[in-house]
């Protein structure tokens, strides 16, 4: 998805006060089980997922497990549901990160314990050319995954073009034109330190 920043048409000290304001609106709200879950689902349909739906049943049941041992937040604002994110243990063979890592041709890239994958990361169209919307929503939801779970590292499947985004955020690519095995799809995948990307978001506020 596209999230340039559009030239604002207003003064910037303008643009940059309005921001502030609906940042400091914006809440979050965890979501259990299946009728939280479906809060979310029209947001999740902006995602292209048409690749790993194909997989048919298998795809929705590791999409339940997913959500059933992960951390999914929902962000709203104005009683407007403008975003959500998906955070996962990984360790469960539930993940892209997991495929991947085989792939790599270090052992340096293995997994550790309180590591997890960043994903099903969505913003309402009207949202998604503001980037420090996404950053402010990005940060309430680790600290909500730090306060609630052991975090240690942060993994994330995505395009190049999201993990020139996430690299602002703290995280490093690891890899990229992973190719996902059975389709065309390629991916970068990436990684960041709970300390480093929670730096990296504190920086840009």
Known sequence: MDLSIATPSVPLDAVFMRTRRCNEEISLHRLHGDGDIATVLSLREEIDLSVHAAAGARFQELEKKRDACGIVVAFDLMDQRIGTIRIVPLGYGLTLTEEFLPQLPSDDFSLTCGAWEVGRLVMAP??????????????????????????????????????????????????????????NKVYSLIRGTADDVDRALKRCS
Do not use: I, M, N
Not at 135 to 156: G, Y
């Open 126 to 183: 009207q949202y998604r050319t503001d980037v420090d919307a996404l950053r402010h929503c990005l940060q309430k939801a680790l600290l909500h995954a730090f306060a609630d779970a052991h975090v240690e590292t942060l993994w994330a499947t995505c395009t190049r073009a999201l993990s020139r985004l996430y690299r602002r955020f703290g995280f490093a690519t690891l890899a990229q034109d992973l190719p996902l095995p059975g389709t």
